[in-house]
Nanobody, 128 residues
Framework: QVQLVESGGGLVQAGGSLRLSCAASGRTFSSYVMGWFRQVPGKEREFVAVIDWSGGSTYYAHSVNGRFTISRDNAKNTAYLQMNSLKPEDTAVYYC?????????????????????WGKGTLVTVSS
């Protein structure tokens, strides 16, 4: 079992930045691929970014590529999502998730079912 707790959400103006953190406990953090997803109420969950076990490979959704950066610190059992140049359409609840498979293709992450463990989410609101 892995427990995931997100933090760092909040209210920010368009063009601003936020950094989300995902603290993991339980099994060996470095054994898991870590991902970030987001969901707007009434809409389907959306893939945002994923990072492999060591942090050497990452993959992003087209909508955030170049603005968001996913990273991890295995010594601290924490994954991060640095979000820059935020837009109102980035407003959502952001979830971190842990899985065991890494793909450079958003198709595999479309539903999020490939991930095994989920946090409870943190709300990000971007005002215009």
């Amino acid at each position: 079992q892995v427990q995931l707790v997100e933090s760092g959400g909040g209210l920010v103006q368009a063009g601003g930045s936020l950094r989300l953190s995902c603290a993991a406990s339980g099994r060996t953090f470095s054994s898991y691929v870590m991902g970030w997803f987001r969901q707007v109420p009434g809409k389907e969950r959306e893939f945002v970014a994923v990072i492999d076990w060591s942090g050497g490979s990452t993959y992003y959704a087209h909508s955030v590529n170049g603005r968001f950066t996913i990273s991890r610190d295995n010594a601290k059992n924490t994954a991060y999502l640095q979000m820059n140049s935020l837009k109102p359409e980035d407003t959502a609840v952001y979830y971190c998730a842990a899985g065991t498979r890494f793909y450079r293709d958003s198709y595999y992450y479309t539903t999020g079912n490939i991930m095994e463990y989920w946090g409870k989410g943190t709300l990000v609101t971007v005002s215009s």
